[in-house]
C-alpha cells in the first residue's frame, strides 16, 4: 500500500503563526537536509552495490587470474612429476645397490660355507 502524504511546512508553520519568512527559511532547511541525507544514502548505496559493468569487470578480472593460476599449477604439477621421477631413478639405483651388495654376500658366504665344508670334510 504506497500513499503519498503531501506535507508543506510552510503551510504548516504558517497556520500556527510563524511569520512567512521564517516558515520558508525552516522549509528550505527542511528540504536541504533530506536532500542531503538522500544523497548521504545514495553514496552509500553507490559503495556497496555493483552495477552491471563492474561485474562483468569483475568476471573478466576473475577469469585472468583462473587462467594465471592454471598455467601456475601446471608448471608446479610439471616441477613435482620431474621430482617424482629423479626420486624414483635414486631408489631404483639404491635397490640395485643393496641387490648387488646381498648377491655379493652370498656368493662370498657360499665360498666361505664350501671352503669351510672342504676343511671339515
Same mark, same amino acid.
Do not use: H
Given at each position: 500500500?504506497? #500513499?503519498?502524504? &503531501?506535507?508543506? #511546512?510552510?503551510?504548516?508553520?504558517?497556520?500556527?503563526?510563524? $511569520?512567512?519568512?521564517?516558515?520558508?527559511?525552516?522549509?528550505? =532547511?527542511?528540504?536541504?537536509?533530506?536532500?542531503?541525507? =538522500?544523497?548521504? @544514502?545514495?553514496?552509500?548505496?553507490?559503495?556497496?552495490? %555493483?552495477? $552491471? %559493468?563492474?561485474?562483468?569487470? /569483475?568476471?573478466?578480472?576473475?577469469?585472468?587470474?583462473?587462467?594465471?593460476?592454471?598455467?601456475?599449477? $601446471?608448471?608446479?604439477?610439471?616441477?613435482?612429476?620431474?621430482?617424482?621421477?629423479?626420486?624414483?631413478?635414486?631408489? /631404483?639405483?639404491?635397490?640395485?645397490? &643393496?641387490?648387488?651388495?646381498? @648377491?655379493?654376500?652370498?656368493?662370498?658366504?657360499?665360498?666361505? #660355507?664350501?671352503? /669351510?665344508?672342504?676343511?671339515?670334510?
Amino acid at each position: 500500500m504506497n #500513499m503519498r502524504v &503531501q506535507l508543506s #511546512m510552510f503551510e504548516a508553520l504558517t497556520e500556527i503563526g510563524v $511569520k512567512p519568512d521564517a516558515a520558508r527559511k525552516v522549509e528550505r =532547511q527542511m528540504e536541504a537536509a533530506i536532500e542531503a541525507g =538522500q544523497d548521504a @544514502v545514495r553514496a552509500e548505496m553507490y559503495e556497496q552495490l %555493483a552495477t $552491471k %559493468a563492474d561485474l562483468a569487470e /569483475l568476471r573478466l578480472a576473475t577469469k585472468a587470474d583462473m587462467a594465471e593460476l592454471k598455467t601456475e599449477l $601446471k608448471a608446479d604439477i610439471a616441477g613435482v612429476k620431474v621430482d617424482i621421477s629423479e626420486m624414483e631413478s635414486r631408489l /631404483l639405483r639404491a635397490m640395485n645397490d &643393496q641387490t648387488w651388495k646381498l @648377491v655379493t654376500f652370498v656368493v662370498v658366504i657360499n665360498g666361505a #660355507m664350501l671352503g /669351510l665344508f672342504k676343511l671339515i670334510g
